[in-house]
Nanobody, 128 residues
Framework: QVQLVESGGGLVQPGGSLRLSCAAS????????MGWFRQAPGKEREVVAA????????GYADSVKGRFTISRDNAKNTVSLQMKSLKPEDTAVFYC?????????????????????WGRGTQVTVSS
């Protein structure tokens, strides 16, 4: 059973930065496609960023392009989300997700239903 644990959330002022981390255990992390999602109150869970098994392949929601960067460290079984120029509308619970079966190493997955495993989330609040 794969377990995912997010960390790094918190309260930050508009324009600030945060780095989220997700530690994976219990599986073959290097074979998983990974994603970061967020869910704001009253809204559906949405993809923020995704990274393929091949870590050179990444994708982002239009709303975060140029501000967020996803990366993975297979040696440490972690995936990170560097966030800068944060806005109040980025306020949400951020979730890490893993997909154990991929079509090919460069596949990106953007829907919540594409993922098998989820962390419990970490709150990010952007407010002055």
């Amino acid at each position: 059973q794969v377990q995912l644990v997010e960390s790094g959330g918190g309260l930050v002022q508009p324009g600030g930065s945060l780095r989220l981390s997700c530690a994976a255990s219990g599986g073959s992390f290097s074979r998983y496609a990974m994603g970061w999602f967020r869910q704001a109150p009253g809204k559906e869970r949405e993809v923020v960023a995704a990274i393929a098994v091949s870590d050179s392949v990444t994708g982002y929601a239009d709303s975060v392009k140029g501000r967020f960067t996803i990366s993975r460290d297979n040696a440490k079984n972690t995936v990170s989300l560097q966030m800068k120029s944060l806005k109040p509308e980025d306020t949400a619970v951020f979730y890490c997700a893993a997909r154990a079966s991929v079509f090919y190493s460069g596949s990106l997955y953007r829907r919540p239903d594409d993922y098998n495993y989820w962390g419990r989330g970490t709150q990010v609040t952007v407010s002055s």
